[in-house]
């Protein structure tokens, strides 16, 4: 078991700071103490302390505090060591803790170790990680109410109503040659219905959350001159890309993360989509064309005055990925823009004057899933959608077969281990591994 070493890391990033943290974990702490520092310092206090290496060279001066595990991040004997944030002395601090007997601790692993010690859960282990990464507010809201404990204790409410349900079921397998209680049976269908809603509930309020974690990826297309650019200066509130009355003048695909009512976006301009002799514009088209592939949602941006696009560029792509946007209603004053109605209507726009910007956003929102229901939602990765989905699966498909009690209870079963994927109970190593590689070394 990886356990029994102890780790040590720079936990704050890389680069010149004001102070730099090292942080060590491990049955060997207190030796380690006692090398770099001297001594041992009391628990749980900041001690002012010189640090030295194994050659007796003080490498720096600073705070160092002692946690006595099991009361520690980690669970185990935690040391941090708080000097000065430069780039030399944070790497000679730590060489001096790994001469003491400690090694560097791999991406993730004083989380994974809070994990294995029961610290944390592995749903709010992995909101560490979220929270570190988060790129607006709305997400660090939502990522702090995951680490807090929340989504995990909605899931554990829920698994614990399966668990009774699971318990009735079996029972009734054991004891099959009694008659069941046609009342009683009634009453677990419509616990097993109610259970079913409150999945689905609680998945609606997670995916809000994996809407913050993963942004959302917009990209501007359309012809030359349809003032894209334009768009996307007034979207990103500063002047990102040139704009000109002359056409192709973007040829790079041109990025800002953006906030829209705390969603995270990742706004792209691209080169105007034209036929070109142009070798550079050509690159462009062709680089635009690639990152319409991956888009999440395409602005498709045309003129008031010109009646269609001419050139056929995105025929392959999902009608459900697009907003056409029509662009420049400066110019025709009053007339013509409300003809259309319905669910995929364009949107009118003035990217000069910004008249109808509220209503593009909007519609991009709700493209993009965003309900702002009532609950402030938890940060959840696909993973978490993905097991919650399961779950729910599993309780229709045991309401199905009710009658078949083998059956119904064999549905229950996967469903709990399901909810247990969230939270860590039931889980396998590899992706355990695969969860905690991904965090930053010294979380
Ligand atoms: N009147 C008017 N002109 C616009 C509007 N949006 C862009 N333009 C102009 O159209 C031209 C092309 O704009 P640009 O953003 O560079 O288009 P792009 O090639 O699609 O990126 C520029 O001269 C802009 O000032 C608009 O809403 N109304
Ligand atoms: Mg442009």
Same mark, same amino acid.
């Given at each position: 078991m990886l356990n029994n070493d102890t780790i040590a890391a720079i936990a704050t990033a890389s680069g010149v700071g004001g102070v730099g943290v090292i942080r060590v974990s491990g049955a060997r702490v207190k030796d380690i103490a006692v090398q770099v520092l001297g001594e041992l310092p009391p628990k749980r206090r900041a001690t002012s302390k010189i640090f030295l290496n194994k050659s007796g060279d003080i490498v720096d001066s600073g705070l160092a505090i002692f946690f006595q595990g099991p009361y520690s991040y980690t669970g185990e004997d935690v040391l941090e060591l708080q000097g000065h944030g430069g780039v030399a002395v944070l790497r000679m601090l730590l060489r001096a803790c790994t001469d003491a007997g400690a090694r560097v601790a791999q991406p993730g692993e004083f989380t994974q170790r809070a994990y294995l010690n029961n610290k944390l859960d592995l749903a709010q282990a992995e909101s560490v990680a979220d929270l570190i990464e988060a790129s607006s507010e709305a997400a660090v809201l939502s990522a702090n109410r995951s680490l807090s404990g929340e989504f995990s204790e909605r899931v554990s409410l829920i698994r614990n109503e399966l668990i009774e349900i699971r318990v009735f079921i079996e029972a009734a397998i054991d004891f099959s040659d009694e008659e069941i209680d046609f009342i009683e049976t009634h009453q677990m269908e419509t616990r097993m219905k109610r259970l079913s809603e409150k999945l689905v509930e609680l998945r609606g309020v997670a995916t809000q959350g994996n809407l913050l974690r993963e942004g959302v990826k917009v990209v501007l297309a359309g012809e030359p001159n349809v003032g894209k650019s334009t768009l996307m200066n007034l979207l990103a509130e500063e002047d990102v890309s040139i704009v000109t009355e002359h056409e192709g003048t973007t040829r790079d695909l041109i990025q800002r993360r953006i906030t829209i009512k705390g969603v995270p976006i990742l706004l792209t301009d691209t080169a105007g989509l034209r036929l070109s002799s142009d070798p550079v514009e050509k690159i462009g088209i062709q680089r635009t064309i690639s990152n319409l592939k991956e888009a999440d949602i395409i602005l498709e941006l045309r003129t008031a005055d010109s009646a269609a696009n001419r050139f056929d560029y995105m025929t392959d792509i999902d009608e459900n990925r697009k907003i056409a946007v029509v662009n420049?209603? /400066? &110019? &025709? !004053? /009053? #007339? !013509?823009? #409300?003809?259309v109605s319905g669910k995929n209507r364009p949107v009118y726009l003035s990217a000069k004057t910004g008249d109808g910007l509220g209503e593009l956003k909007a519609r991009l929102l709700e493209k993009a899933g965003v309900k702002m229901g009532d609950e402030a939602p938890f940060m959840a990765r696909e993973r978490h959608l993905n097991a919650l989905r399961s779950a729910e699966s599993h309780v229709d498909l045991a309401l199905i077969n009710i009658e078949s009690i083998d059956l119904c209870a064999e549905d229950l079963r996967l469903g709990q281990n399901s909810l247990s994927e969230v939270t860590g109970e039931f889980v396998a190593d590899d992706l355990l591994g695969e969860i905690f590689s991904s965090f930053c070394v010294g979380k």
């Open positions: 420049k209603i /400066d &110019l &025709l !004053g /009053d #007339s !013509g823009h #409300s003809m």
